[in-house]
Every structure is written in C-alpha cells, then in structure tokens.
C-alpha cells in the first residue's frame, strides 16, 4: 500500500511540473495562431471595403447592380456586374448538374455496395482526382473536351460556358462524393439491418433510409461544392473566354467574375483607374456569394442534423 501511494505521488509529482510549463505555453502558442487567423480574416475584409468603396465613389451602385452590360474596357465603359454574374452561374450550374448525381452514385456505391478492396482502390482516385492543380483541368477542357464537344455540336465556340462547366463539375466530384460517403457511413448499421428486418429491399433501404438519415451531410457537401464552383479561377479563364455576356447560351464565349479578376491582374489596367478598383467590387460581389453558400451550408447542417 506504501509503495503504491509513494508511485502515485512521483506520478503527480512529474505531470505537475510538466503540466505547469504546458499549461502556461500552450495557451498562448494557440491563441497566437487563432489570432493571426482573425487578423488576417479582418485585412482582407478591410482591403475589400475600402478598395470597394472607392470604385463606388467614381461608378454608380445602381448601375453595378442593376444593369447588364459589362464592357470596362470601351471607349464608354459600362459597369453591369450581372453579364459576370449570370456567366457564373451558367458554369456553376453546369457543374452542378454533372458532379451531383455522379458524386452521390460514387458515395453511396462506396457506402453501401463496394468490399473493403473496391473503397482501397476507389478512394485514393478520388483523392488523386482531387489533388490534380485546376490549372491542368483548364487545359484539359481547352486542348480535349472543347475539340470533342466542336465534333458533336458544330455551333460550339472555341471558348464556351459548357466545356469548363463539365470540367468544373469532374473537379468537384471528389468533395461531394467524400463528405457525403462519410456522413452515411456515419448512420448506425442497426438502422440499417432494422429497415432490412421490416422487409425493405437493399435500395429501399439506401433512398428511404440511410439517405435522410445522412440528409444534413450530403447537402452541406454539395452546397460546399456549389461554392467551390463558384470561386474557380483557372478553369474558367483558360476555357470559358473573356466576353462577357448576358444571354443564356452555353455554347458562346463568356466571363466569370474570377475570370474578369484574372484578366485585369494580368497587367490590362493601370494602378488607380476605374478598371483597377473594378475588381475590388468583383471581388466583395463574390465574397458575398462564397459567404451565403457557406452559411446555408452551416445552417442545413444544424437544422438537419441526425445523431446517435
């Protein structure tokens, strides 16, 4: 009883010298970091406002907000950001349409059909998938599938909304498929085997079962990709063109808001002009996009939320 009550001090002995120093330490190592994480948010949102706020001085909000016409660069520039918006939305759309039912195929296949050989092998594809730089996707939908989509469709431009959709659709696939194959690994096999037990089939038990189950997960990680479709740069200016439009046609060349960024950083406007604060606008008009997309994301996932 002595030795072991002599043990057990030595013990408390050692963890409080060694607590002392990692009690004083550690909290201030991690609040360093959280903090330059909150500084860093701050500046940027700063440097967005106040380089916004200037462009709005010399260019009419009303006529950035609720006109159609984006030509910044003629002789009477125009300053209408939903011919870059509605461009954003028609690759964003398009990309939609092919990386959700393709994602969650993979998720739910990977979930509920695949042995544990066929997940070792799928997962890190779609991990590779993943990490493949966006700038070789864009030279993928320039140099491969805009000439395969001219072959088909021969009123197809050389830059066009529908090849960079499809190919920013590819790049996504991986977030949907990942974050939605783990929130439905993460539902109990007991709700399973109890759905299998009441006579339902294996695809009854998958699409009324184990999917709203997951619902939350699987809607945050498209609204996630939704997002990330919005904010893609280097597929977009390398495929999609420079000519901003405000009709509906997929297969013209057009212009993002990330693709305009891109295009006047690359050296086509001056520091201080019109042009150049332009993107400060484009910039905090896709801030607010990428910002409500993440907290619809958030609130889906509070809302819908299943635990066990």
Known sequence: MKSNSSVREMIKKNQKGKSNI???IMPVILGAIATIS????????????????????????AEFLFTSEWKPFSSDPKFGIWALILGT?????IATLIAVP????????????????????????????????????GFFALTFVTPLLRSIIPGLESFNAL???LVVGVMII?????????????????????????????????????????????????????????????????????DPSSDFSIFKS?????????????GDAGFGTDIYYSIYAVGFTLFIFTLIMNLISQWITKRFREEY
């Open 22 to 24: 990692n009690d004083k």
């Open 102 to 137: 393709v994602g969650l195929g993979v998720a739910i296949y990977l979930s509920e059909y695949a042995s544990d050989k066929a997940r070792r092998i799928i997962k890190p594809i779609l991990e590779i998938l993943a990490g493949i730089p966006t700038i070789v996707f």
């Open 174 to 242: 991986p977030m949907i498929a990942s974050l939605s194959e783990d929130a439905m690994s993460s539902v109990p096999n007991k709700i399973r085997e109890g759905a299998l037990g009441l006579g339902a089939t294996k695809l009854e038990m998958i699409l009324k079962v184990v999917i709203p189950a997951a619902i939350s997960g699987i809607i945050a990680s498209i609204v996630l990709a939704i997002s990330r479709a919005i904010g893609e740069t280097m597929i977009v200016s390398l495929a999609a063109g420079s």
């Open 254 to 266: 057009i212009q993002t808001m990330t693709g305009y960024i891109v295009q006047v950083t690359s």
């Open 163 to 165: 090849s960079p959709g």
């Open 38 to 61: 909150i500084l860093t948010t701050i500046g940027i949102l700063i440097t967005l406002l106040t380089e916004t706020i200037t462009f709005f001085t010399r260019i009419s909000f």
């Open 89 to 93: 939305l028609k690759i964003t759309i």
